[in-house]
């Protein structure tokens, strides 16, 4: 027995001895052929293109369907199954189809499969309809020309439907699933599990929540830009756990990176972190709706509907400090609703004003009839953004100085958003965060954050404050069906003046996307945080 | 017999429908489903539809009993998530779950029990001491953080490797070796799909896949199994029969294990019994850190999105679980120890 334990305590010393022999340093990069692993924190939740409208859901399947007009590397339209597009008139819209077209198996693909595809997107059970909701009617004019009648002019109408993926007919048809999933029902559609489409990779094998993998489409319209034999999707996620795999080389990807990681994983000499600023805007809204606040010290009265008050809080938020300090360098600070990319941003008015010093904010403040500060509640989710719950308690921290306390009310975001949005809009002083990927056009902010709530024109239905100025609604219905260009930006411009000096919110920034890849893969990151792999090549 | 056997599946399904009960409750407090599966842009109107359609603005009691109906003819729904059934949804993986738990209660068997006979044989050896010292490590350190301690020891590490073990100027060993011995960070490796059943224990990958997790897994139990097998073996080792069994000259070896072991091992084997129980129970946050698919890790991922049918019909799968192995135990008992029958006899006689 003695023996055995000395024996035992012999090769425990030796695997130390290794373990600590083996230094931290570039291993060989394997050729094992061209095989591709990435990995993220959640499965695609479905194979059904309309299932959801997420964007990790969206960007993935795009990989194996299409849309009529897609997205190039800068996030600019380009043409996709449709050559040709645009407007005969206000009201309509043409898409000329590419001929020559094949679906994985092997049919072709003709203008039937669009209106089938873009009735199945638009009706009941998907989760697109709203970007259907200025249709009137889809008609096939020949086999390779579809026209939309759209009940108001919508000159947005293309760049939406660059999320819109087209299905054959025939193969929804043959497996009953000529409609999405009904969940009210106890039957699973054949297309939440199976999928094909005319894309670049066509779907090999799916264990849900575990693997999903793609083998390159050869019968593809377009010439390829990737290198790839085979590509295969994991979930992890467990943050340490993903990092690990992409650090042994188990992965070669991670497409949501630990901000705490970053730095390491920068540092490894095998791997790179591959970074830049988000459509997406985080902002913190008042409530500029109610005569009382809500959870706070002030009875009678609200100190946000004072525009002073919302300076001196505004001015008083160092978004610069919020990055260097939390954000860890990770964020884009804005002065507008909207980031660079979008449609309709303006550069000039891109610029926040300059910081108040305690005392000139506290003026203000008491000017307003707060000269001692008043007491507020923030509601912050835990889990929705990058740092959210950090940036929310910096915020905490700044307005101290100048007499607002702020109790700070975390929670997850499945809880937050039914307590934040409207109807309930539960709440005095708010973070969200907003991205128009669905048009990539400063429209829908307006529409969803600015204009004033109403549920009869569905407008304003993320504007849980209630900030309405009527100027500004006018401004924002001429934009939603102004054609001329040039016309339309002066309009933008004018809207986007009213909405900033009347300090209506306040835009802290734009987190950023993070990636992490091996050495050895080269990949193309767009600012909708969409990661294609029809761009990707290992060396 | 029947009356205690009927006595006891009555009580088995008054537990089942109060954990039902309770975690329908509960469910109110998760958050909206909605939220999580509407895009950001979807109308109020179409969020406030979806969920009357689901039945969402029910009260709870009709809820429940709408849960229950459908459960009991075996429909457990669509999962809000990812619309697959939720049956089949669990199904799945519960395998992945059930050959992880196997094999983290073999490893607790078959290295708990050595370490404890010794450490009980020997109470004093310097070797014992060490094995009481690393076994508190077990108990003491939380299991995410062994795991990933484990991840990157043998995941991380031997990837890294660059020289190998050199020692002046002589390659002792070298790196493809010590990538040979690099275990997986995460997954179940390559699985055989079997019908029903999908299985690691065929393949090389899937092997290995099971190493990290199920260590991790079982070190909690090892340690409670081998200080439940010292403790036991320091007793039995005091009885009269082991020092009768002493005076009539027996080899040390035959007294240790053909009497002194195999008295120890009844309570042993009851607890490992209800631990069982635990490990599958308790797979989640092992099967979290190595992104294990198994049942666990589907709870976990159902939570974050309110998939209120997914998290029912898991937290009735584990009460039906310890509901089983807690009736089992019950059996076993009333067949093992004659005193339970005579109390009953006693009783219907008074």
Known sequence: MLFETRRLILAGGAAVALALAAPLGAAPAEAQGKVFRWANDGDVNSMDPYARNETFLLAFLQNIYEPL??????????????????????????????PGVKFHDGSAFTADDVVFSL?????????????????KAIRKVSDTRVEVDTNVPDPLLASKWAQILIMSKAWCEKNNAQAVGDLTKNEENFATRNAMGSGPFKLKSREPDVKTVLEPNKEWWDKPEHNLTEVVFSRIANAATRVAALRSGEIDMVYTVPPQDTDTLAK?????????????????????????????????????????????????????????????????????????????????????????????????LADAGYPGGFEVTLDCPTDRYVNDEKICQAVVGMLARIGVKINLRAQTRLKYFAQILLPKADTSFWMLGWSPAATFDVHDVFINLIQTPNTETKKGQFNPGSYSNPKFDELADKVQIETDVK???????????????????IP?????????????????????????????KMK | MIAFLLRRLFQAAIVMLTVALISFVLFNYVGDPINAMVGQDTSLQDREKLRQELGLNDPVHERFARFVGNALQGKFGLSYRTAEPVGRMIMERLPATLELSFVAAMFTLLVGIPMGVYSGLYPRHWFSRVLQTVSLIGISLPTFLVGIIFILTFAVLPKTCQHGLVIAGVTLIDCDFVNWFALPAFGRGDVVNLGVWTTGFLTGAGLKALILPSITLGLFQLTLIMRLVRAEMLEVLRADYIKFARARGLKNRSINFGHALKNTLVPVITVTGLQVGQLIAFAIITETVFSWPGVGQLFVQSVYSADIPVMSAYLCLIALLFVAINLAVDLLYYAVDPRLRTAQAATRAA
Do not use: C
Request: no cysteine; proline share 4%.
């Open chain 1, 69 to 98: 007009v897609r997205r190039d590397k800068k996030s600019q339209l380009e043409a996709g199954l449709a050559v040709k597009w645009g407007q005969t008139s206000p009201t309509t819209w043409f898409f000329d189809l590419r």
């Open chain 1, 487 to 505: 016309k339309r930006n002066a309009m933008i411009a004018e809207a986007t003046k009213i909405y900033v000096s009347d300090y209506a919110y």
């Open chain 1, 508 to 536: 802290l920034h734009q987190q950023a996307v993070i990636w992490a890849a091996r050495k050895n893969v080269d990949l193309v990151q767009t600012s909708d945080n969409s990661f294609q792999l029809r761009w990707v």
């Open chain 1, 268 to 364: 490894d000499p095998n791997t790179k972190v591959i970074q830049g600023p988000e459509t997406r805007v985080v902002y913190l809204g008042f409530d500029h709706g109610r005569n009382e606040l809500l959870y706070s010290n002030v009875k009678g009265k609200n100190p946000f509907k004072d525009k002073r008050v919302r300076e001196a809080i505004y001015r008083s938020i160092d978004v610069e400090a919020i990055k260097r300090t939390v954000m860890r360098g990770q964020s884009y600070p804005v002065a507008l609703m909207v980031a660079p990319v979008i449609g309709g941003y303006m550069k000039d008015l891109d610029k926040r004003p300059a910081m108040l010093k305690p005392e000139e904010a506290k003026k203000l």
């Open chain 1, 119 to 135: 009735n199945r997107a638009g009706g009941k059970g998907s989760n697109m309809t709203t970007y259907f909701s200025t249709v």
